[in-house]
């Protein structure tokens, strides 16, 4: 099995099993206030349309940030298997409100009071209007869709490390250039 392969399907095990490594991810943007990175969820994965998903608030900064720049990096790293993944690619919320509603409806009710607060996050706390509003929540719900551009792979041995970059070529196939690690 090639590396991209062996890459998307251990990207869609990290979904399904919660304690997968690869689960949380470091997710980097670059906003009019320079680059920023936070640690998100990765909650699904598309292989043929190298898409990765990611619920997130509409009102958040990463959503100011990819408004402003589409470009996003993000970091997954397994300690176990000393594997690190670096992924760019370009971020956009999903627009079909039917997909959007289809993952809300799988979002338990304790969870979806995560998207129900009154100010947005990171709003500072002098200045937050508490309490939630149930109502509201749904509304600042977003899935957020990453689409792969290029993949970097750092696997970490006593024997010899081993690092390969992956484009994708003009037919959607997926080319592996070995790197000096």
């Known amino acids: 099995m090639n590396h991209a392969e062996e890459i998307w399907k251990t990207l869609v095990r990290a979904t399904v099993d919660k304690k997968h490594p690869w689960r949380v991810v470091g997710f980097s943007t670059s906003g009019p206030n320079g680059p920023q990175v936070r640690s998100v969820i990765l909650r699904g994965v598309k292989p043929a349309e190298r898409q990765l998903l990611f619920f997130t608030d509409s009102r958040s900064q990463k959503m100011a940030d990819i408004a402003h720049d589409a470009r996003v990096a993000l970091l997954f790293w397994n300690p176990r298997s000393n594997t690190q993944l670096r992924v760019c690619g370009n971020a956009a919320p999903e627009a079909s ?77 997926w080319i592996e250039s070995g790197l000096v690690p």
């Open 97 to 173: 409100e039917l997909i959007v509603n289809g993952h809300w409806e799988r979002i338990p009710d304790y969870a979806r009071n995560d998207y129900a607060t009154l100010s947005a996050p990171g709003t500072a706390l002098h200045t937050a209007v508490a309490g939630i509003e149930l109502s509201a929540a749904r509304d600042n719900f977003s899935v957020l869709k990453v689409t792969v551009e290029k993949m970097e792979l750092l696997q970490l041995s006593r024997d010899g490390h081993v690092r390969v970059a992956l484009l994708r070529d003009t037919e959607g196939v």
